[in-house]
């Protein structure tokens, strides 16, 4: 069984930043995408960026220009760097998987991210 393990969620003021980590039990290479998506309470979960097996990437028009995605083939990890971080986007981020060649997805357990003064 593939797993998904978020972490680097915490609590930051507005305009901070923190960088997301996703480990993949497995190769990363297996995944023709994985994707960042985030749950705010009394919301639906919503795509926030995602990263191909190619290194082509997709974001959210919320998070353009503030966050970076961006993979790491050695440690089976994808990261989600988050700049000038904004209350609205306080959530639990999810990492999601899609594996190639079948219809195969994974999530992750999530991480929670709270930005607040």
């Known amino acids: 069984q593939v797993q998904l393990v978020e972490s680097g969620g915490g609590l930051v003021q507005p305009g901070g930043r923190l960088r997301l980590s996703c480990i993949v039990s497995?190769?990363?290479?297996?995944?023709?995408?994985i994707s960042w998506y985030r749950q705010a309470p009394g919301n639906r979960r919503e795509f926030v960026a995602d990263?191909?097996?190619?290194?082509?990437?997709q974001y959210a028009d919320s998070v353009k220009g503030r966050f970076n995605i961006s993979r790491d083939n050695t440690k089976n990890t994808v990261y989600l760097q988050m700049d000038s971080l904004r209350p609205e986007d306080t959530a639990v981020y999810y990492c999601?998987?899609?594996?190639?060649?079948?219809?195969?997805?994974?999530w992750g357990q999530g991480t929670q991210v709270t930005v607040s003064s």
């Open positions: 990263i191909s097996i190619l290194g082509g990437t």
């Open positions: 999601h998987g899609i594996m190639s060649g079948s219809s195969e997805y994974y």
């Open positions: 497995d190769s990363i290479s297996r995944f023709i995408v």
